[in-house]
């Protein structure tokens, strides 16, 4: 099984924070999607990245695919009350037609 | 609004009962899938549709039973289910059968099932 570990699972902070939460897999990924699900709602992706050392900048969020396609992270800069929610990575199969999810990262940001 | 629209939203239904979820996509996809999603596990894959056919039944238990009378539509038909089965059902659609970029996958807002 190819499981996606992400970090940390829970995630707290006050506005005007940043953040940065993790996913890593033993294994090399073929692509690697972000999603953002907020509560009552289904995933909405974020980006996709392919590419070893790929970096992809949406606003305030940067995410980065870890050299060896093995990991990857999203940074929130200024996070704000509106960035709440679930924060999901999924991986693509060898084949490219099946995701995996990760266990995802709760964050909440306070007012 | 995804254009990926599931009823009901909300479902109470004993173990004996025999319930089913839909799901309706408006964006003209081939590829529609069964996602499971409870509060221990990781996001789950359950069946894939792709051009109305099923490419992937992830090992789930024959007390879930997919239909998928054409493209645009996926049913879960569900029967003597276990409280265990509670969850939220995600539906979701993708122009493709591909995780590639450009392969954008739009999901439901999901069908909350408590079984009692």
């Known amino acids: 099984t190819q499981l996606l570990e992400q970090s940390p699972q829970f995630l707290s902070i006050q506005e005007g924070e940043n953040l940065t939460v993790y996913c890593n897999s033993s294994?090399?990924?073929?692509?690697l999607q972000w999603y953002r699900q907020e509560p009552g709602e289904g995933p909405v992706l974020l980006v996709t990245v392919v590419t070893g050392g790929e970096v992809k900048k949406l606003k305030r969020l940067t995410f980065q695919f870890g050299d060896a396609r093995k990991d990857s992270s999203l940074h929130i800069t200024a996070a704000q009350p509106g960035d709440t929610g679930l924060y999901l990575c999924a991986r693509g199969n060898n084949a490219g037609n099946m995701l995996t999810f990760g266990g995802g990262t709760r964050l909440m940001v306070k007012p | 609004e995804t254009g990926v629209t599931q009823t009901p939203r909300h479902l109470v239904m004993g173990m004996t009962n025999k319930k089913s979820l839909k799901c309706e996509q408006h964006l003209g996809h081939n590829a529609m899938y069964w996602y499971k999603q409870s509060a221990k596990k990781p996001l789950e894959l359950m069946f894939v549709y792709n051009f109305k056919e099923q490419t992937e039944n992830n090992s789930v238990p024959s007390r879930f039973s997919p239909e998928c009378p054409n493209s645009s539509h996926l049913f879960l038909h569900l029967h003597t289910l276990q409280p265990e089965d509670s969850a939220l059902y995600l539906c979701?659609?993708?122009?493709?059968?591909?995780?590639?970029?450009?392969?954008?996958?739009?999901f439901g807002e999901g069908s909350w099932l408590t079984v009692v």
């Open positions: 294994s090399v990924f073929s692509s």
């Open positions: 979701a659609s993708s122009p493709l059968l591909s995780t590639f970029s450009g392969n954008t996958i739009y």
